[in-house]
């Protein structure tokens, strides 16, 4: 067995390759003189896990074109994270289900397909191959053990992540509680008044993606108003879009953390792992 990554995955890829005590493909990544990406890939294995997340139309691309350049082989694929996997319905008459067309698109050409805190798990239902999610959840709550916070409450911005929150909060044994969050439009989202007891508390809000990062600055403002004494936000994929990094500091949070999933100067947590133990090393 081999491994091979796309260039937004390759410090992940060669974790991962470090896990299973294997090699990781070299690949040569280029463009055409028009723009068209271009791939070659070193000495294939005839068993090939295939890393690749999906941040950007280049990422999907490579991903598309590593599949490819591995034909012939038993291909696992590896999606750490799965972009268009939140379009997971028809919202409205004239949309695409995004997440099963791009997860139909990754799938010709793989055996079988890991994913990392899919947006949603019935996503996995939309590739054409077994598909299995695996969570960094006991991962984040590892990473909050180390933070040397004092009797911390983990809270969860939403009803969908409460769950994630609470195997988060079981590691330490720590209280837990999430909010109800209303999404307003892509960058803004309301959260119903809620007491939550975060008086003279250190809080972490975990999530499974900080996208424009509007989701966890309001929940961080709603914890402030409330005498949080400090707020952290911990997530699994850091998309970071249109500077919410800044925008979270900005907003007071003391430490903002994600994974490599999305390979970022804050990820402080490898998915490396939970993906190693789920191709059965
Ligand atoms: C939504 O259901 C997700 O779990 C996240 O809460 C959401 O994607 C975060 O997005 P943003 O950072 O743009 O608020």
């Given amino acids: 067995m081999k491994l091979i990554g796309t260039e937004a995955s390759q410090i992940l890829a060669s974790r991962i390759a470090d896990e299973l005590g294997t090699a990781v493909v070299d690949v040569k990544f280029s463009r055409f003189p028009d723009g ?49 996997a939140r379009q997971d319905k028809r919202f409205k008459a004239g949309e695409p289900i995004s997440a099963r067309a791009v997860a139909l698109a990754i799938s010709r050409g793989a055996d079988a397909c890991i994913t990392v805190n899919i947006h949603d798990r019935k996503v996995n239902s939309y590739f054409g191959i077994s598909a299995t999610d695996v969570s960094l959840a006991a991962d984040i709550g590892a990473h909050i053990k180390t933070m040397d916070l004092d009797d911390p409450l983990i809270v969860a911005p939403d009803d969908g992540a409460a769950a994630f929150a609470e195997t988060v909060a079981a590691v330490g044994n720590w209280d837990c509680d999430h909010l109800d969050k209303t999404r307003i439009s892509g960058d803004e989202v309301s959260m119903a008044p809620k007491n939550l007891c975060a008086a003279n508390r250190s809080v972490v809000i975990v999530d499974d993606i900080i996208s424009t990062g509007g989701t966890i600055a309001t929940a961080a403002g709603m914890l402030a ?35 490599d999933t999305i390979e970022r100067g804050c990820s402080q947590y490898s998915a490396a792992l939970r993906i190693a133990g789920a191709l059965g090393r």
């Fill in 36 to 84: 068209e990406l271009y791939v070659c890939a070193g000495g294939l294995d005839d068993e090939m896990v295939i890393v690749g997340s999906i941040v950007d139309s280049d990422s999907l691309v490579q991903l598309l074109l590593l599949i490819d350049a591995c034909e012939g082989s038993h291909n696992i694929l590896v999606v750490p994270y799965m972009g268009y």
């Fill in 225 to 259: 108003s409330q005498g949080a004494r400090d707020v952290h936000a911990a997530c699994v994929h850091g998309v970071f879009t249109n500077g919410a990094y800044a925008r979270l500091k900005a907003a007071g949070i003391k430490e903002v953390v994600c994974s």
